[in-house]
């Protein structure tokens, strides 16, 4: 059983950071990519960023790209979002996904509120 549990939200300024973690457990991910998605109040939930667990490979939303980071830590079984510059338009619960290379996103965790205050 595949189990994502995220952490790391809040409350910040605009042109603040905040680090979110996404912990997982339940298999080895080598085969998996890990990715973060965002969901606004009133809009559909978007992509955010992925990462190759084995690889290392990144992807990034344009909206986010150059601010945001993606990274995995193989020891801890955990992927961080490090978000810099946010702004208004970033406040959203984020949510932390994963799905086999190539598959659908079949797992997510259950999100956590980040709120940017201009």
């Known amino acids: 059983q595949v189990e994502l549990v995220e952490s790391g939200g809040g409350l910040v300024q605009a042109g603040g950071s905040l680090r979110l973690s996404c912990a997982a457990s339940g298999r080895t991910f080598s085969r998996y990519t890990m990715g973060w998605f965002r969901q606004a109040p009133g809009k559909e939930r978007e992509f955010v960023a992925t990462?190759?667990?084995?690889?290392?490979?990144?992807s990034y939303a344009d909206s986010v790209s150059g601010r945001f980071t993606i990274s995995r830590d193989n020891a801890k079984n955990t992927v961080y979002l490090q978000m810099n510059s946010l702004k208004s338009e970033d406040t959203a619960v984020y949510y932390c996904?994963?799905?086999?290379?190539?598959?659908?996103?079949?797992?997510w965790g259950q999100g956590t509120t980040v709120t940017v205050s201009s």
């Open positions: 990462i190759r667990w084995s690889t290392g490979r990144t």
């Open positions: 996904s994963c799905g086999v290379v190539g598959g659908s996103w079949d797992y």
